[in-house]
């Protein structure tokens, strides 16, 4: 299919299919009229490029392990650890993000809260 079609049944813009070919996610032929042809499997692949953004992966997470969903190399048992690791690194967000809101929310009643305790 060409970039059209993809952007239309992908629902994501043409730019943002270039930029995701240009990192190496998605791969297009090029037709003898230079137009990009894009195989029908390219939809999996940016249903699970946008999934996996939404889980909290960055497109380098996502690249280090695209090429071993396309090699069905991505077991059950690495897809577990993937997402434990995910799970580890949130909950170390979420406990810096604790601490800073017990900081804030300690200096409301300081004089001058910017000012670090003790100066």
Avoid: W
């Avoid at 997470?61 to 997402?83: D, F």
């Avoid at 580890?88 to 009643?109: F, H, M, P, T, Y």
Wanted: with cysteine; aromatic share 6%; charged share 30%.
């Amino acid at each position: 299919m060409q970039i059209g079609e993809l952007s239309e049944r992908s629902g994501l813009s043409r730019d943002a299919l270039r930029f995701y070919e240009k990192r190496g996610l998605i791969r297009a032929r090029r037709r003898p009229n230079g137009y990009r042809h894009y195989p029908e499997a390219t939809l999996f692949l940016l249903d699970y490029v946008r999934t996996a953004q939404r889980l909290g992966f960055t497109l380098a997470e996502i690249e280090a392990e695209l090429p071993l969903l396309q090699s069905e190399g991505l077991t059950a048992e690495r897809v577990e650890t993937i997402l434990r690791g995910k799970i580890a690194v949130i909950d170390a967000r979420i406990g810096d993000l604790k601490a800073l809101r017990d900081d804030l929310a300690g200096r409301l009643s300081d004089v001058c809260p910017l000012i670090a305790a003790g100066h």
